[in-house]
């Protein structure tokens, strides 16, 4: 099959009509072939958001209950459409099919989320002084104008979502950018805002990388980007957006501290430990690749770590194992070599570290599930985030020092704490400098609470509340109750 990109309301192979393949990550087959968007293409998206959102106005004068009713339908043509979009995502990621069916919940569920949000108050009354007269001061939230959207490979559907509602239900103009890794769930929820009617230009999806990334981060035709991916990418992209200072959302790395006392209850604390680190195959920017336990309560947390993580089973992800595999080759090399490096600064490897080639995993891009123990906070794999199957193990004696080295990165995206101790737990948590935090469990995510984080982490937060405003400029607006002179110039 052929797939298109999506630009002022056409589905067009582009100016080159230049495609590439997209992989089937179990066993290296050819899924698709997907057209490739250029600089000209990209150039034309800029040009007919702009026109749609400062000319045509058709999607940006809607009123907020119309805009709204619109992604109501997107929720509900996705819901029908559940199991194709969960199965696509599957084929495409390689992600455990249950794992899948819940991403496509949450994008059903933002979608109904933003519809609503849209359609309550905003904006506020300020009782302000009379130096210049009786004054009516308020404020109103409009959209910031042409958007553009870039989002990673790790959950091409959820996270295109959580970019998309929001800054549709305010009113822009937007222009999407998925990985060129996972892009066909992408292309069919563009399917689904042509059936349900939005305007042409309002809604425009690019297929490509890094180059056609550059171009919208630097056009001077944007008015904001936002971008979720790596920090070396999204430090480019801010560099970029300076031209003509557009807005930016930033959600980049993470090295999350997961830190266990001994008092925690050990079973819970291995499972969570667990599905902090190897769901999605470890490619979460907020995975809890840093496991901080209590010196006294190690061994015994270790060894039923390890007996756990041993009985993780991998294959087809659409049989729903525990673990499918990592996204591409690419990607697969790239972590076992971070394997490699952690063996070579001398952690001691203590459950997997290889590619796992057996049965019918043989042609896919499969790593065991990855333990380092001893490790220190020098070594490479406890500093740099590896986006996969692999978690370094460090100890502690005192809460200080957990804290500490809870800190000890330049990263500050997520964090949790594990104890039976509530108040111990409070004091942990507001001291770790991270944007999304836990206590007692791990990687829990809503709708309705803002996500994002401290540091090199990103700037901004997607979802909830802040979610929308993050796509909306705030207009002061002030009214003389008095008009007429004031007499400040008597002379």
Not at 101 to 112: E, W
Request: charged share 25%; glycine share 10%.
């Amino acid at each position: 099959m052929e797939w298109m990109m999506y630009i002022d309301g056409k589905w067009t192979k582009g100016e080159k009509e230049k495609t590439f393949d997209t992989i089937n990550p179990f066993d290296g087959s050819v899924l698709a072939s997907i057209y490739e968007s250029s600089e000209k293409d990209t150039l034309d998206a800029i040009k007919a958001a702009k026109y749609s959102f400062y000319e045509d106005r058709k999607w940006r004068d809607l009123d907020s209950q119309t805009r709204g009713d619109i992604l109501l339908k997107i929720a509900d043509t996705l819901e029908e459409k559940k199991d194709e979009f969960a199965k696509l995502e599957v084929l495409d990621n390689g992600k455990p099919l249950r794992e899948a069916i819940c991403d496509v919940d949450d994008a059903i569920h933002n979608f109904r989320y933003y519809a609503s949000l849209i359609k309550t108050p905003q904006g506020g009354v300020y009782e302000v002084n009379e130096g210049f007269g009786k004054m009516h001061s308020y404020t109103i939230h409009e959209p910031t104008g042409v958007c553009a959207l870039i989002t990673p490979w790790n959950y091409p559907l959820l996270m295109g979502v959580w970019k998309l509602a929001p800054a549709l239900a305010a009113g822009n103009s937007v222009i999407f950018k998925p990985s060129p890794y996972c892009v066909l769930s992408s292309i069919k929820l563009f399917e689904i805002f042509e059936d349900v009617g939005i305007p042409k230009g309002a809604c425009n999806l690019l297929i490509g990388g890094a180059e056609v990334g550059n171009i919208l981060s630097s056009s001077m035709d944007v008015d904001m980007i936002t971008f979720t991916g790596s920090t070396k990418a999204g430090q480019s992209v801010m560099r970029n957006a300076a031209g003509n200072v557009k807005k930016i959302g930033l959600e980049l790395g993470g090295k999350s501290p997961n830190i266990i006392f001994a008092d925690s209850d050990l079973e819970g604390a291995v499972e969570w430990a667990m599905l902090g680190i190897f769901l999605n195959q470890g490619q979460i920017c907020s995975a809890g690749s840093r496991i901080l336990v209590e010196e006294k309560f190690h061994d015994e947390f270790v060894k039923r770590l390890v007996e756990r993580a041993n009985n993780i089973t991998l294959g087809n992800p659409m049989n729903n194992p525990d673990m499918g595999p990592i996204v591409n080759e690419t990607q697969m090399n790239r972590v076992l070599n971070y394997i490699f490096i952690g063996i070579k600064e001398n952690a001691k490897l203590i459950a997997g570290g290889y590619r796992y080639t057996e049965g019918e995993c043989k042609n896919g891009y499969f790593i065991k599930p990855t333990i380092f123990d001893y490790c220190d906070r020098d070594m490479t794999i406890v500093k740099e985030e590896i986006f996969g199957p692999v978690v370094t193990i460090q100890t502690f004696k005192t809460e200080e020092e957990a804290i500490m080295l809870a800190n000890d990165s330049p990263y500050g995206l997520a964090g949790a704490v594990f104890t039976s101790d509530g108040a111990k737990a409070l004091r942990v948590i507001k001291e770790i400098r991270a944007g999304i935090t836990w206590i007692n469990c791990y990687n829990p995510c809503f709708n309705e609470a803002p996500w994002g984080g401290y540091k090199m982490s990103g700037i901004g937060r997607e979802l909830g509340v802040h979610g929308l405003e993050e796509y909306q400029e705030i207009k002061q607006i002030n009214i003389n109750l008095n008009p007429g002179k004031v007499g400040w110039y008597e002379h």
